[in-house]
């Protein structure tokens, strides 16, 4: 349930909407189809590979505990912009929390 090719990519940031939070940015097309499908994305001016990778796997992990508490029926690609040094799980988990809470991504209880 991943986004895996350029042009699915380019088709979320084109035609969806997008919430920006202080180092992550989440951009979400409404697709109607079951299940919800994610891609993963830094920006190069993160710094090093390593910088990079640390972003993804933050923001994966933050996706695989807390993907089932998202409404079915979307496209997602978040994408890390800020420093990732000094930035722990919780932290990522807290952001994009938020910004899923405002862009009413989370089920209903």
């Not at 940031?13 to 940015?25: A, D, N, P, Q």
Request: aromatic share 10%; glycine share 12%; hydrophobic share 30%.
């Amino acid at each position: 349930m991943r986004l895996r090719r350029t042009r699915e990519y380019e088709k979320v940031y084109r035609e969806g909407r997008s919430f920006r939070g202080s180092r992550i940015r989440v951009h979400c097309l409404e697709t109607g189809t079951p299940g919800v499908r994610c891609g993963f994305s830094t920006s190069r001016g993160l710094g090093t590979a390593v910088a990079r990778n640390r972003a993804r796997r933050l923001m994966k992990e933050v996706y695989r505990l807390n993907g089932h508490r998202l409404r079915s029926g979307c496209e997602m690609v978040l994408v890390w912009f800020g420093p990732v040094q000094g930035w722990k799980y919780s932290q990522a988990e807290k952001e994009i929390g938020e910004l899923w809470k405002a862009m009413r991504l989370l089920k209903e209880r």
